[in-house]
């Protein structure tokens, strides 16, 4: 189990940039699959970005593909997902999430963190 808080959430103009942060208590942080959703209004928790343990290029949704770049820094217990080129679409609230496998549900959530995108 892991414990997650998110932040970085505001309000930007279209076209601006945002960096969202999701910070982990917990001793194994690094064994982690780590992954980011989001939820519009009226609309069901959509997939956003996914990474594993060891990082890589990551795993995206069509819809922010070439705009979001998902990271992590274990030494810091902490994942990012860089937000470029916003769209009014993409205006949600953002969970990051956390599992062992990949089998499994995304059973670790964080509050969500807010973010409008004005056009």
């Known amino acids: 189990q892991v414990q997650l808080v998110e932040s970085g959430g505001g309000l930007v103009q279209t076209g601006g940039s945002l960096r969202l942060s999701c910070a982990a208590s917990?001793?194994?942080?690094?064994?982690?699959?780590m992954a980011w959703f989001r939820q519009a209004p009226g609309k069901e928790r959509e997939f956003v970005a996914r990474?594993?343990?060891?990082?890589?290029?990551?795993d995206y949704t069509d819809s922010v593909k070439g705009r979001f770049t998902i990271s992590r820094d274990n030494a810091k217990n902490t994942v990012y997902l860089q937000m470029n080129s916003l769209k009014p679409e993409d205006t949600a609230v953002y969970y990051c999430?956390?599992?062992?496998?990949?089998?499994?549900?995304?059973?670790?959530w964080g509050q969500g963190t807010q973010v409008t995108v004005s056009s």
């Open positions: 990474t594993s343990w060891s990082g890589g290029s990551g």
């Open positions: 999430a956390a599992k062992k496998r990949l089998i499994e549900p995304w059973g670790s």
């Open positions: 917990g001793r194994t942080f690094s064994s982690y699959n």
